[in-house]
């Protein structure tokens, strides 16, 4: 295993101890928050010359980075960014924060503003969120939010609860859901819900009313959030057809914010939505300047632990799906698929020797029908270190919260249950740190050896160890069986 030379991650280090007290949360908004009036839009050059073709450029690594995706949004390639950093190991996962590098660029012109909303430790419903108490901040507030209830995920919630559903489902942060729900509906300050019933403008059948728009609201913003991650949004169009490029230099939840308001506005008012005054401000103003918080929630070189395949050793199960969704629709692409063999199809019950394991030791912190987690760190919290995150698990013999279990020990039965689904199988996901971790890629998902690649669409795709290659088929022929050779 490759590790950055320890000059650099000191440096790193150096350049991120600096911790400024956060500002003191008040008990209340005290102040009404509404979306500004539009203001004129920032040149669309953002600043940035026209470079000579491979010109090199200062960069300082942000969290989360990674060779693949840097090379994309600098419109260049990882094999010039190695050459010109010739420090950085070839295996290299993650960029230590901080880190300087020279990457060589290739002038894209409507490269958009260089303004950065938010830290991406603020985004994820990670460590950032410890000690955050939603519902006790949305009661200190005068607005329809208080009062507010939503039937969702099975049950009637108030609309705190409502929040706090969607940021766990998603992993987004519930203090980022606040804020667009206040900058779009004035739901923390304002003492009706706006008349409109599609409360925060996405107009799409049977999702009215503001719990089904924030759902759609969570699933946009991690379609920009990990699109960006994985180095494939590099570029997307506003209502009005124009072209949007976000600035090579920004970060994750920068963009996964313009991605958002570009689902909905163009022009002025698009360009204030992402600017200084929109929603960062909003933000600011709840809940204090979230720059001032320095700690970095994805590090430099992190790695997988080694995880067993999601069934019993010795079994055979099928490779139903390639990289796809976590939860919810597009991206982050960070689950896989595994069915056991069987000669039926659709939804069946398994028999008794066919169930889902851990596929490390860990604590069981979440056991219910939107899936269960597997807290690697055992410090009982799902936003703080690895965590595996299973799905269609049945309801039989399903493990209980605070359960610990050692690698191989018995989760529960691959199903239909949970999410949606066309035949019994069971989806594993991974996190770190409230982050979604890509299924492909420098950190893609590895079985006892066995690591996956995406086939390009959601469910296509690959394991390959060595010279042998395994191929995701929901039809579970023999080219998707797959064993685990563990004693």
């Known amino acids: 295993m490759s590790a950055f030379p320890a000059a650099l991650i000191v440096l790193a280090a150096l350049l991120f101890s600096s911790c400024v007290a956060a500002r003191p949360q008040g008990s209340g908004v005290r102040s009404m928050i509404t979306p500004l009036a539009p203001t004129p839009s920032p040149t669309a050059m953002a600043g940035r010359p026209a470079y000579n073709p491979g010109e090199l450029v200062e960069y300082a690594a942000q969290t989360g980075d990674t060779i693949t995706a840097l090379a994309a949004r600098f419109n260049t390639t990882a094999a010039e960014i190695y050459e010109a950093n010739p420090v950085i190991p070839r295996d290299a996962t993650t960029m230590p924060p901080g880190m300087p590098m020279h990457i060589p660029i290739y002038y894209l012109p409507l490269w958009g503003t260089d303004f950065q909303s938010l830290p991406d430790g603020t985004f994820v419903n990670g460590p950032a969120q410890i000690g955050f108490n939603t519902t006790a901040f949305v009661a200190s507030t005068s607005g329809w939010l208080k009062e507010y209830r939503a039937y969702a995920g099975g049950k009637n919630r108030t609309g705190a609860e409502m929040v706090d559903y969607v940021a766990v489902n998603y992993s987004v942060s519930p203090r980022l859901l606040l804020a667009i729900l206040e900058y779009q509906s ?77 689902r909905l506005y163009a022009g002025d008012k698009f360009h204030a939505s992402i600017g200084p005054e929109g929603l960062a401000r909003v933000y600011r103003d709840l809940f204090g300047d979230p720059w001032l918080d320095s700690a970095i929630h994805i ?161 296509k795709g690959t394991l390959t160890r060595g010279s042998l290659t395994v191929f995701a088929c929901e039809c579970s022929d023999a080219a998707s069986q797959i064993r685990s050779d563990l004693p």
Request: with cysteine; net charge negative; hydrophobic share 35%.
């Open 186 to 262: 004035g739901a923390l300050t304002q003492p009706e819900p706006p008349a409109e019933k599609y409360t925060l403008g996405f107009r799409r059948i049977y999702y009215e009313g503001p719990y089904l728009q924030l759902v759609i609201a969570a699933n946009t913003l991690n379609n920009g959030y990990y699109g960006w991650r994985a180095g494939e949004l590099t570029e997307f169009e506003l209502p009005d057809d124009s072209l949007y490029r976000p600035d090579p230099w920004q970060n994750a939840a920068s963009v996964a914010l313009q991605y958002y308001f570009s």
């Open 299 to 459: 590090p430099g070189s992190l790695r997988q632990p080694e995880l067993r395949f999601p069934f019993r050793a010795g079994s055979t199960w099928a490779y139903t799906g390639g990289p796809h969704t976590g939860w919810g629709t597009g991206q982050p692409f960070a689950a896989v698929d595994f069915a056991p063999a069987s000669d039926t199809s659709g939804c069946f019950t398994v028999p008794g020797d066919q169930y889902v394991i851990a596929m490390a030791d860990g604590l069981v912190v979440r056991s219910d029908i939107d899936g269960v987690i597997l807290d690697l760190d055992k410090d009982g919290d799902e936003r703080t270190g690895w965590t595996l995150y299973y799905l269609h698990l049945a309801t039989r013999n399903r493990v209980g919260v605070g359960t610990e279990l050692k690698a191989g020990d018995p989760v529960g039965y691959p199903s239909c249950e949970g999410g949606s689904s066309t035949g019994t199988h069971v989806h594993v996901a991974r996190k770190y740190n409230g982050e979604w971790i890509l299924a492909d890629g420098p950190l893609a998902f590895n079985f006892e050896g066995w690591v996956a690649h995406s086939g390009g669409d959601a469910y």
